[in-house]
């Protein structure tokens, strides 16, 4: 069963301080892994889309990586911002399923002064 | 652009009356879905439409009929709505699903109670 992990479930770090979040998935074969911020009650907003050629994107203070050997991938923030303070939710897309992307349980993340 | 408008934001159901869910899109987008997403869990893909017209199942479709008749709106259709539809709901849209890259754009969702 196609199945994507994060890690951690949550995290409290310091305004200005940078965080990693994990993400490993079993979808195979994909095509492209994505991230997502979700404010609270409000709908998913895309970050970055890499294909399993990437290795690294980069949105601003957000540097996401993939390794395809692996299954695993992160998303770094950097000097991080009391507006960071959201779900992170990673998401494949299986090849062939057009449609049908896997979505991640998501790491929540509050950034406090 | 408005971009995704969900309505409404927010309602209690009794179990076993029905309610339809309304999504717009004004992005010419194609492709529209309905997810739901329940506490602690990701999102799951309930209907999709690759044009109007044309409907598919996802994941978790029992409970829900959608239908497709313009390119802007995918209503969301709850027949006897029981408890364990209560979720919030959200709709999304792209271009096309056929670019590797698309990306899909959601909408606020709409927050469901079922009593």
């Known amino acids: 069963k196609n199945q994507v992990e994060q890690s951690p479930q949550s995290l409290i770090i310091l305004e200005g301080k940078n965080c990693t979040l994990q993400c490993n998935y079993t979808v195979s074969p994909f095509s492209n892994l994505r991230w997502y911020k979700q404010d609270t009650g409000r709908g998913p907003v895309s970050l970055t889309i890499m294909t399993f050629s990437e290795n690294t994107k980069s949105n601003g203070r957000y540097t996401a990586t993939l390794d395809a050997d692996t299954k695993q991938s992160s998303l770094h923030i950097t000097a991080s911002q009391l507006s960071d303070s959201a779900s992170y939710i990673c998401?494949?897309?299986?090849?062939?399923?057009?449609?049908?992307?896997?979505f991640g349980t998501g790491t929540r993340l509050q950034v406090t002064l | 652009n408005a971009g995704v408008t969900q309505t409404p934001k927010f309602r209690i159901l009794k179990i076993g009356q029905s309610m339809t869910l309304q999504c717009a899109q004004d992005m010419n987008h194609n492709y529209m879905y309905w997810y739901r997403q329940d506490p602690g869990m990701g999102l799951k893909l309930i209907y999709y439409s690759v044009g109007a017209g044309i409907t598919d199942k996802g994941e978790v479709p029992n409970g829900y009929n959608v239908s497709r008749s313009t390119t802007e709106d995918f209503p969301l259709r709850l027949e006897l709505a029981a408890p364990s539809q209560t979720s919030v709901y959200f709709c999304?849209?792209?271009?096309?699903?056929?670019?590797?890259?698309?990306?899909?754009?959601f909408g606020p969702g709409t927050r469901l109670t079922v009593l």
């Open positions: 998401v494949v897309r299986p090849t062939g399923t057009a449609s049908k992307l896997t």
């Open positions: 999304a849209s792209s271009y096309s699903s056929s670019s590797s890259t698309d990306t899909q754009y």
